[in-house]
């Protein structure tokens, strides 16, 4: 799984297919993730003191992670995610297009260094 939250992604299949927004929060253990204004429904809630009015609340529900494509920020194309590991022995994804980096996911570590 190489989406973060904060990346702009394509949804790629379901009601909101092409779609391009960024994900708020991602749940590893169910492969899902919360995309900005995607597959939204809404809750019917009842009146209380933190919801004086009641009625209809718009929210957004989790997404299949196999569903969303990242979209790089270089060539502005939806693409798969590489990783590779750089000089230093750190590793970063990277775009399958254009090859930009697209930051970094590990420490660098002496065993994976070149040199």
């Known amino acids: 799984m190489l989406i973060k939250s904060g990346d702009t992604v394509l949804v790629i ?19 899902k993730a919360i995309v900005e204004g995607v597959n939204k429904v809404y809750k019917h809630v009842k009146r209380s003191q933190k919801n004086p009015q009641g009625g209809r609340l718009s929210k957004e529900m989790p997404v299949q992670l196999s569903n969303l494509q990242y979209v790089c920020e270089q060539c502005t194309k939806a693409t798969r995610l590489g990783v590779r590991f750089l000089a230093d022995g750190s ?12 930051g970094q996911i590990a420490p660098a570590r002496a065993a994976h260094a070149n040199g």
């Open 13 to 31: 299949a379901g009601a909101d297919k092409g779609v391009r927004a960024r994900v708020l929060k991602i749940d590893r253990e169910t492969q």
């Open 91 to 102: 590793k970063e994804r990277h775009c399958r297009k254009c090859d930009a980096s697209a």
